[in-house]
């Protein structure tokens, strides 16, 4: 998949730096969301679009934006991201995109007319025929819809996400995935994404309050501004190349003195125990954190890239009195998780 930056695509060639060449798209096929989780109503668009591009010799694009429109004019009250631009980017690639075109959503992109945007899409972009949601709107104050886009002379497919894409309990949304996490009902919102939920990160340096607890964690970057899920739950983690590729037994070649850790519930994984909030016990700076423990593990895995899949909720996140409290919790959760871990099949 090709991956471009809009401002690259519509600058004129005098406004380019040194190392910039405009680029040239071929003709596509175009669906515009924030496509947050890439869940299966997401899944059904991008069906639509190749399926469209297949019968008219068209590329498959996605649009996207960055930052999402409600970060941008609100990022404190902005809804937690399914998926950071790193996983939505391989999402969207694993499902058949061919183009991705991320539009910086600042000031000037919100200020377009839906005139100027149709051009843009039809003259800068090549586009030729566009996958849409009923409800998708677009131009300053939200002039635009498909019907305009439609008299501009491009084709286009709306998508009733409520009829056409929708489970026995109503419509599939990133807001409704987002709810089921929170409440860590996992098994529900993995039928909606249409697979488990993980989350990528590099593992990067923390406090190394874990380690003088005898439980240290590998502390992995999440890469948004807070996390859709909180709490205490099991987990299992691959190592990735920087194809994104599962590493074999990546983890495993990494642990030292024997200690290889106990076996997870897909290939090439280990088992591990994460927290991922703010650490309410930890007298630090609450930022939200991804911290798991592998049990029964000695390695190095710092500069790792793991994806870390949710298998089980535990519970939430708990306030301990003193560092010994919180120790002797975090030994509860452990050994009620690996319990929990001994009771699985693997896949």
């Given at each position: 998949?090709?991956t471009?930056?809009?401002?690259?695509?519509?600058?004129?060639p005098s406004?380019f730096?040194?190392?910039?060449?405009?680029?040239?798209?071929?003709?596509?096929?175009?669906?515009i969301?924030?496509?947050?989780g890439?869940?299966?109503g997401?899944?059904?668009?991008?069906?639509?679009?190749?399926?469209?591009g297949?019968?008219?010799?068209?590329?498959?694009?996605v649009m996207?934006?960055?930052?999402?429109p409600?970060?941008?004019?609100?990022?404190?009250?902005?809804?937690?991201r399914?998926?950071?631009?790193?996983?939505?980017?391989?999402?969207?690639?694993?499902?058949g995109v061919?183009?991705?075109?991320?539009?910086?959503f600042?000031?000037?992109?919100?200020?377009?007319?839906?005139?100027?945007?149709?051009?843009?899409?039809?003259?800068?972009?090549?586009?030729?025929a566009?996958?849409?949601?009923?409800?998708?709107?677009f131009?300053?104050?939200?002039?635009?819809?498909?019907?305009?886009?439609?008299?501009?002379?491009?084709?286009?497919?709306?998508?009733h996400?409520?009829?056409?894409?929708?489970?026995?309990?109503?419509?599939?949304?990133?807001?409704?995935?987002?709810?089921l996490?929170?409440?860590?009902?996992?098994d529900?919102a993995n039928?909606?994404?249409g697979?488990?939920?993980?989350?990528?990160?590099?593992?990067?340096?923390g406090?190394?309050?874990g380690?003088?607890m005898?439980?240290?964690?590998?502390n992995?970057?999440?890469?948004?501004?807070?996390?859709?899920?909180?709490?205490?739950?099991?987990?299992?983690?691959?190592?990735?190349?920087?194809?994104?590729?599962v590493?074999?037994?990546?983890?495993v070649?990494r642990?030292?003195s024997?200690?290889?850790?106990?076996?997870?519930?897909?290939?090439?994984?280990?088992?591990?125990?994460?927290?991922?909030?703010?650490?309410?016990?930890?007298?630090?700076?609450?930022s939200?954190?991804?911290?798991?423990?592998?049990?029964?593990l000695?390695?190095?895995?710092?500069?790792?890239?793991?994806?870390?899949?949710?298998?089980?909720?535990l519970?939430?996140?708990?306030?301990?009195?003193?560092?010994?409290?919180?120790?002797?919790?975090i030994h509860?959760?452990?050994?009620?998780?690996?319990?929990w871990?001994?009771?699985?099949?693997?896949?």
């Open positions: 998949m090709n471009y930056f809009l401002e690259q695509l519509i600058a004129s406004d730096f040194a190392n910039t060449c405009p680029v040239d798209l071929a003709p596509c096929v175009l669906t969301g924030n496509f947050d890439v869940h299966l997401h899944q059904a668009m991008l069906n639509q679009v190749r399926k469209i297949h019968a008219q010799n068209l590329g498959a694009a996207i934006f960055e930052p999402q409600r970060e941008f004019f609100a990022p404190d009250k902005a809804p937690a399914l998926t950071n631009f790193a996983e939505k980017q391989a999402l969207l690639a694993e499902y061919e183009t991705l075109i991320v539009a910086g600042d000031t000037d992109f919100r200020s377009l007319s839906a005139q100027s945007f149709a051009d843009i899409l039809a003259l800068r972009l090549n586009v030729k566009l996958v849409l949601g009923d409800d998708f709107r131009g300053h104050d939200r002039t635009g819809d498909s019907q305009f886009l439609r008299d501009y002379g491009l084709q286009v497919t709306n998508l996400t409520v009829t056409d894409v929708s489970d026995n309990a109503g419509r599939i949304s990133s807001t409704r995935i987002r709810d996490l929170l409440a860590g009902n996992i529900a039928t909606l994404l697979r488990e939920y993980a989350i990528t990160g590099l593992v990067v340096g406090d190394r309050i380690r003088t005898n439980f240290p964690t590998a992995i970057e999440l890469n948004r501004l807070k996390p859709a899920l909180h709490g205490i739950f099991a987990v299992d983690v691959v190592c990735l190349d920087d194809e994104g590729r590493i074999p037994n990546g983890l070649a642990a030292d024997g200690k290889t850790g106990i076996t997870g519930l897909r290939p090439d994984s280990l088992f591990g125990t994460a927290n991922i909030g703010t650490r309410p016990s930890v007298d630090k700076a609450h939200w954190r991804l911290e798991v423990h592998f049990p029964e000695q390695a190095d895995l710092y500069g790792l890239t793991l994806q870390v899949r949710f298998l089980h909720y519970h939430g996140e708990r306030r301990y009195d003193g560092l010994e409290a919180l120790k002797a919790g509860q959760d452990v050994a009620e998780l690996i319990k871990r001994s009771q699985q099949k693997a896949d």
